[in-house]
Nanobody, 124 residues
Framework: QVQLVESGGRLVQAGGSLRLSCAAS????????MGWFRQAPGKEREFVAA????????YYADSVKGRFTISRDNAKNTVYLQMNSLKPEDTAVYYC?????????????????WGQGTQVTVSS
């Protein structure tokens, strides 16, 4: 079992930057693939980024590639999402998630544990 707590979401102007953090409980953080998803009002939850257990591989949605960077610090049990060049369409609740397996990490179905979410609002 792992518990996830996101932080860092706030209101920011278009073109600005934010860094989201997700702190995990437990001593097995490094055994999980970690991902970020987002959900805007009236829309389905969508994949944003994922990172493998060691941090050696990362995956991104096309809509954020080149603007967002996912990273992790296994010593601190934390995964990060650095978001640059933010756009109004990035406005959503951002969720951190943990997956035991590497299969299907771009789908929310592949994840076993979820945080409560943090709101990111980008104004134009």
């Amino acid at each position: 079992q792992v518990q996830l707590v996101e932080s860092g979401g706030r209101l920011v102007q278009a073109g600005g930057s934010l860094r989201l953090s997700c702190a995990a409980s437990g001593r097995t953080f490094s055994s999980y693939v970690m991902g970020w998803f987002r959900q805007a009002p009236g829309k389905e939850r969508e994949f944003v980024a994922a990172i493998t257990r060691s941090g050696g591989s990362t995956y991104y949605a096309d809509s954020v590639k080149g603007r967002f960077t996912i990273s992790r610090d296994n010593a601190k049990n934390t995964v990060y999402l650095q978001m640059n060049s933010l756009k109004p369409e990035d406005t959503a609740v951002y969720y951190c998630a943990a997956a035991r397996n590497t299969v299907g990490v771009t789908s929310y179905l592949g994840y076993n544990y979820w945080g409560q979410g943090t709101q990111v609002t980008v104004s134009s």
